[in-house]
């Protein structure tokens, strides 16, 4: 049995977002033929297209509207976990140690 991985959600909801494959890869840093190939692997999951594509844009199919919240709760779910449990604060002193004389010019004016 095959699994959905939160990367392709991710790639789904950029797409489903953006209208278009070209500008959904944008939104996630990818070329546009690795977006394009991960959703067809989401596709391939399924077993029915997620996109109904026109022109140089795509729509939800039936499938991809019931997916497209599950998949941005899910990453915003992600998200939010790795937040919390990641949140790596700095937290002390800084100090910075700068000559008394630099940035003056000097008896020339270099």
């Known amino acids: ?4 991985d939160s990367d392709l959600l991710r790639t789904f909801v950029a797409v489903a977002d953006a209208g278009s494959v ?3 890869a944008a939104r996630i840093h990818r070329s546009q033929s690795a977006t394009s190939l991960q959703i067809k692997r989401l596709e391939a999951i399924l077993g ?3 996109f109904d594509r026109h022109g140089r844009g ?3 199919s039936d499938a991809g509207r019931k997916l497209f919240p599950v998949a941005q709760d899910v990453t915003a779910r992600l998200d939010t976990a790795l937040r919390e449990i990641s949140q ?3 937290s002390g002193k800084l100090r910075l140690g700068i000559p008394d004389d630099h940035g003056r010019a000097g008896p020339c004016g270099l």
């Open 58 to 60: 795509v729509v939800l």
């Open 48 to 50: 029915q297209p997620v």
């Open 1 to 4: 049995m095959e699994n959905l």
């Open 88 to 90: 790596n604060t700095v």
């Open 22 to 24: 070209t500008d959904g």
